[in-house]
T-cell receptor, first 113, second 117 residues
Framework: AQSVTQPDIHITVSEGASLELRCNYS??????LFWYVQSPGQGLQLLLK??????LVQGIKGFEAEFKRSQSSFNLRKPSVHWSDAAEYFC???????????FGAGTRLFVKA | GAVVSQHPSRVICKSGTSVKIECRSL??????MFWYRQFPKQSLMLMAT?????????EQGVEKDKFLINHASLTLSTLTVTSAHPEDSSFYIC?????????????FGPGTRLTVL
């Protein structure tokens, strides 16, 4: 069965520091991969997505993610975190044959001054 | 970009009443919409897939008679929580698929906070 693992429940980084949020997936083939961000009480905003091609994907707000097939990973990175990046981040997969989206448990990002 | 709205954004009701939540795709047609439930500090759990003109497909463990889904048009899906109880209190989020496969992006609504007293 498909699954998505985000090993870190929460992460705290200093403003201006780099960030990496981990995501591992379990799927028989290469799925479609997504990262979303959610502010408290809000819906989801798509940061970036990977379907095929270049394994380094650029997204909005200065985020990027790298798909590594050998590690079944799709980690999210940002070189310099801003206080406004504090939020919940979800990694998600969609099977290539259909629509169903499976979300990871989420990682809460705290940014300290 | 594609916009999905939900109404209401917040609802408080008494135990035993029914609550209807609307999900609309404002500038595109969505043959498929999805309903998710999110408990505090938890991830989104898919409840059901709503297909225009046909019955919804419910995930295992989701009571279809409890959570009634209607997708009467290509821009509107509704979720009705029947005989709501406090344990139904949650954040309900819908999404709409703008294409015909999972390759296309899902657009999420802003969510509806349901509180059952």
């Amino acid at each position: 069965a498909q699954s998505v693992t985000q090993p870190d429940i929460h992460i705290t980084v200093s403003e201006g520091a780099s960030l990496e949020l981990r995501c591992n997936y379990s799927y028989g083939a290469t799925p479609y991969l997504f990262w979303y961000v959610q502010s408290p009480g809000q819906g989801l905003q798509l940061l970036l997505k990977y379907f095929s091609g270049d394994t380094l994907v650029q997204g909005i707000k200065g985020f990027e993610a790298e798909f590594k097939r050998s590690q079944s990973s799709f980690n999210l990175r940002k070189p310099s975190v801003h206080w406004s990046d504090a939020a919940e981040y979800f990694c998600a997969v969609v099977n290539t044959g259909g629509f169903k989206t499976i979300f990871g448990a989420g990682t809460r990002l705290f940014v300290k001054a | 970009g594609a916009v999905v709205s939900q109404h209401p954004s917040r609802v408080i009701c008494k135990s035993g009443t029914s609550v209807k939540i609307e999900c609309r795709s404002l500038d595109f047609q969505a043959t498929t919409m999805f309903w998710y439930r999110q408990f505090p500090k938890q991830s989104l759990m898919l409840m059901a897939t709503s297909n225009e003109g046909s019955k919804a497909t419910y995930e295992q463990g989701v009571e279809k008679d409890k959570f009634l889904i209607n997708h009467a048009s290509l821009t509107l899906s509704t979720l009705t929580v029947t005989s709501a109880h406090p344990e139904d209190s949650s954040f309900y989020i819908c999404s709409a698929n703008a294409g015909t496969s999972g390759r296309n992006e899902q657009f999420f609504g802003p969510g509806t906070r349901l509180t059952v007293l």
